[in-house]
């Protein structure tokens, strides 16, 4: 008797934890029930890979969606729409909203508030303050957190943790590993005169938040985490000097990089976008970049994440240092970083392990982020070869626009499969919204 799967994805190359290998994925359940020849196998529905590559589905660790408070730049589901027809099946959203997510009231509002509407799963960070500090521990364990974010530097939003003291009673408050934002606070406030200076453009952004902003922030991390024992990781890594600290400390750090840091360069990005081009950190120099990229070669860079952050086009447009910090990133993350691999500045094997094993293991992620059995049938088709230009009008994101708008890229996703459902075929979404909230093997018996 032939195996009968609610879908049947066939012909496909899938990268698997063993490698690149021909196989067909049968789905049952929302789950990976077989992977292999099923020639015989019949199913509700057929996806025809041939030609295509299948990816475990991609996780995008690092976005802001802006609800509640800001639905006027994204909400959560235009937001996780960008994310199903950019290739990602799963997403954590940040704190940083209004009011920010800091309480267990908070969180479940915005649990509800993506009930019906997400297109993928989705988990959220709970926002680390001087006032909340000592709840951490158990608003960490919440069903559907992804765990606690700590901003270290003033950026969009209220949420700021600027001094020693306070940073090491959070990193106290709890177990699981704890995402900063790491600048440095009081060099922000020091140097922000050179911003107001007359004619200050947005090419004065990495002058202001230079290089010294980020390195003795994540110093002052890695030390804390070394007195308190608690793992950490430290988003959007953008200089040299921070990578030299960090791989002295991987019993403690991880770290993440963005496709914005890697694609984009100073002072070219800011001639040719001006505050398109402005975000925190910002983006750096060449040698900053090539850094980067020897980086993510030898395997210290644990995770990308999109660090999608919109702001509309009207408040872009505001004269700097007016201008908020922020770019839309999460329906071009895969795209671009699939354009690197066509250009060989990594490999296809690595890509998957930045953006899918990478977010479940750095984050502790149940059954997600492998083409393995038993694991939830999250499932990114792509077809390498093809090429598209990136173009506003295709951006999801409520602000309808991106910073890559006009670059030609070769690699694209074609089809986006969460928990064994069909949400987007070649760049059209399909049927209702069917995203719940990710499980975390630290906190499985609270998500019961």
């Not at 009930?115 to 799963?121: C, L, T």
């Not at 900063?180 to 952004?205: F, I, K, Q, S």
């Given at each position: 008797m032939?195996?009968?799967?609610?879908?049947?994805?066939r012909g496909g190359?899938?990268?698997?934890?063993?490698?690149?290998v021909?196989?067909?994925?049968?789905?049952?359940?929302?789950?990976?029930?077989?992977?292999?020849?099923?020639?015989g196998?019949?199913?509700?529905?057929?996806?025809?890979?041939?030609?295509?590559?299948?990816?475990?589905?991609?996780?995008?660790?690092?976005?802001?969606f802006?609800?509640?408070?800001?639905?006027?730049?994204?909400?959560?589901?235009?937001?996780?729409?960008?994310?199903?027809?950019?290739?990602?099946?799963?997403?954590?959203?940040?704190?940083n909203?209004k009011?920010?997510?800091t309480?267990?009231?908070?969180?479940?509002?915005?649990?509800?508030?993506?009930?019906?509407?997400?297109?993928v799963?989705?988990?959220?960070?709970?926002g680390?303050?001087?006032?909340n500090?000592?709840e951490?521990?158990?608003l960490?364990?919440?069903?559907?957190?992804?765990?606690?974010?700590?901003?270290?530097?003033?950026?969009t939003?209220?949420?700021?943790?600027?001094?020693?003291?306070?940073l090491?009673?959070?990193l106290?408050?709890?177990?699981?590993?704890?995402?900063?934002?790491?600048?440095?606070?009081?060099?922000?406030?020091?140097?922000?005169?050179?911003?107001?200076?007359?004619g200050?453009?947005?090419a004065?952004?990495?002058?202001?938040?230079?290089?010294?902003?980020?390195?003795?922030?994540?110093?002052?991390?890695?030390?804390?985490?070394?007195?308190?024992?608690?793992?950490?990781?430290?988003?959007?890594?953008?200089?040299e000097?921070?990578?030299?600290?960090?791989?002295?400390?991987?019993?403690?750090?991880?770290?993440?990089?963005?496709?914005?840091?890697?694609?984009?360069?100073?002072?070219?990005?800011?001639?040719?976008?001006?505050?398109?081009?402005?975000?925190?950190p910002?983006?750096?120099?060449?040698?900053?970049q090539?850094?980067?990229?020897?980086?993510?070669?030898?395997?210290l860079?644990?995770?990308?994440?999109?660090?999608?952050?919109?702001?509309?086009?009207?408040?872009?447009?505001?004269?700097?240092?007016?201008?908020?910090?922020?770019l839309?990133?999460?329906?071009?993350?895969?795209?671009?970083?699939?354009?690197?691999?066509?250009?060989?500045?990594?490999?296809?094997l690595?890509?998957?392990?930045?953006?899918?094993?990478?977010?479940?293991?750095?984050?502790?992620?149940?059954?997600?982020?492998?083409?393995?059995?038993?694991?939830?049938?999250?499932?990114t088709?792509?077809?390498?070869?093809?090429?598209?230009?990136?173009?506003n009008?295709?951006?999801?994101?409520?602000?309808?626009?991106?910073?890559?708008?006009?670059?030609?890229?070769?690699?694209?996703?074609?089809?986006?499969?969460?928990?064994?459902?069909?949400?987007?075929?070649?760049?059209?979404?399909?049927?209702?919204?069917?995203?719940?909230?990710?499980?975390?093997?630290e906190?499985?018996?609270?998500?019961?």
């Amino acid at each position: 008797m032939s195996d009968h799967f609610e879908l049947l994805v066939r012909g496909g190359r899938c990268v698997t934890p063993a490698g690149v290998v021909e196989a067909d994925v049968g789905v049952r359940g929302g789950k990976i029930a077989a992977l292999g020849a099923l020639s015989g196998a019949t199913a509700e529905r057929t996806l025809e890979a041939q030609g295509l590559t299948v990816l475990p589905g991609v996780i995008d660790s690092q976005v802001h969606f802006r609800e509640p408070g800001l639905e006027h730049k994204e909400d959560l589901a235009t937001g996780t729409a960008s994310a199903a027809l950019g290739g990602v099946t799963t997403i954590f959203e940040m704190p940083n909203t209004k009011p920010p997510t800091t309480t267990q009231a908070a969180l479940e509002d915005k649990l509800a508030r993506a009930r019906g509407r997400a297109w993928v799963d989705y988990a959220f960070f709970v926002g680390a303050s001087a006032e909340n500090a000592a709840e951490l521990a158990r608003l960490e364990l919440l069903p559907g957190v992804a765990g606690v974010k700590v901003f270290m530097g003033s950026s969009t939003g209220s949420l700021l943790v600027a001094d020693d003291e306070v940073l090491r009673a959070v990193l106290r408050s709890g177990r699981r590993r704890v995402a900063v934002h790491a600048e440095d606070e009081p060099r922000l406030v020091e140097r922000a005169a050179l911003t107001r200076e007359p004619g200050a453009t947005a090419a004065l952004h990495p002058v202001w938040r230079d290089e010294e902003t980020a390195l003795r922030a994540t110093r002052r991390l890695l030390a804390a985490a070394r007195q308190t024992g608690r793992r950490v990781h430290v988003l959007h890594v953008t200089t040299e000097e921070e990578l030299e600290e960090l791989v002295r400390a991987r019993e403690h750090a991880t770290v993440e990089v963005t496709p914005q840091h890697l694609s984009l360069a100073a002072p070219e990005c800011y001639e040719q976008l001006g505050t398109l081009a402005q975000m925190n950190p910002p983006l750096r120099g060449r040698r900053h970049q090539e850094a980067l990229w020897r980086a993510v070669g030898s395997g210290l860079v644990d995770v990308l994440g999109s660090d999608h952050a919109p702001h509309t086009l009207e408040e872009k447009a505001r004269p700097y240092p007016d201008s908020p910090s922020g770019l839309p990133g999460v329906q071009t993350l895969l795209p671009l970083m699939l354009d690197h691999v066509h250009a060989g500045r990594l490999g296809l094997l690595r890509l998957v392990d930045l953006l899918c094993h990478g977010p479940a293991r750095v984050y502790g992620l149940a059954a997600k982020g492998r083409l393995v059995q038993g694991y939830d049938a999250d499932l990114t088709l792509v077809a390498l070869d093809r090429q598209h230009t990136l173009a506003n009008a295709e951006m999801a994101t409520r602000v309808g626009y991106t910073p890559f708008h006009g670059r030609r890229v070769t690699g694209w996703p074609v089809a986006t499969v969460v928990r064994g459902r069909v949400v987007m075929t070649e760049g059209e979404l399909l049927g209702a919204p069917v995203g719940a909230p990710a499980r975390f093997t630290e906190t499985l018996e609270q998500a019961r």
